[in-house]
Nanobody
Framework: QVQLVETGGGLVQAGDSLRLSCTTSGRTFSNYDMGWFRQAPGKEREFVALIRGISGVTYYQNRVKGRFTISRDNANNTAYLQMNSLQPEDTAVYYC?????????????????WGQGTQVTVSS
């Protein structure tokens, strides 16, 4: 079993930055690809970014490329999502995920464990 705890959400203004953290416990952190997803009210949960466990290769949703950066610290079992130039459309609950595999067309299918989510609200 793997537990994931997200922190770092909050209320910011458009153009501001936030850094989300996802701390994990349980099984070997580096075995998992780590992903960030988000869900806005009335919408489906969508993929935001992913970082491979060992190689560190990253993938991003097109709408966040150049603004968001995913990273991980395998020694401290933590993944991060640095979010810059935030916009009101980035408002959502952000979820961390430990993933067994990644299919770009169906990223949710690879999720084995979810965090509880952290709210990010961006005002205009």
């Amino acid at each position: 079993q793997v537990q994931l705890v997200e922190t770092g959400g909050g209320l910011v203004q458009a153009g501001d930055s936030l850094r989300l953290s996802c701390t994990t416990s349980g099984r070997t952190f580096s075995n998992y690809d780590m992903g960030w997803f988000r869900q806005a009210p009335g919408k489906e949960r969508e993929f935001v970014a992913l970082i491979r466990g060992i190689s560190g290769v990253t993938y991003y949703q097109n709408r966040v490329k150049g603004r968001f950066t995913i990273s991980r610290d395998n020694a401290n079992n933590t993944a991060y999502l640095q979010m810059n130039s935030l916009q009101p459309e980035d408002t959502a609950v952000y979820y961390c995920a430990a993933m067994n595999y990644f299919i770009s067309s169906q990223p949710v299918r690879g999720v084995q464990y979810w965090g509880q989510g952290t709210q990010v609200t961006v005002s205009s």
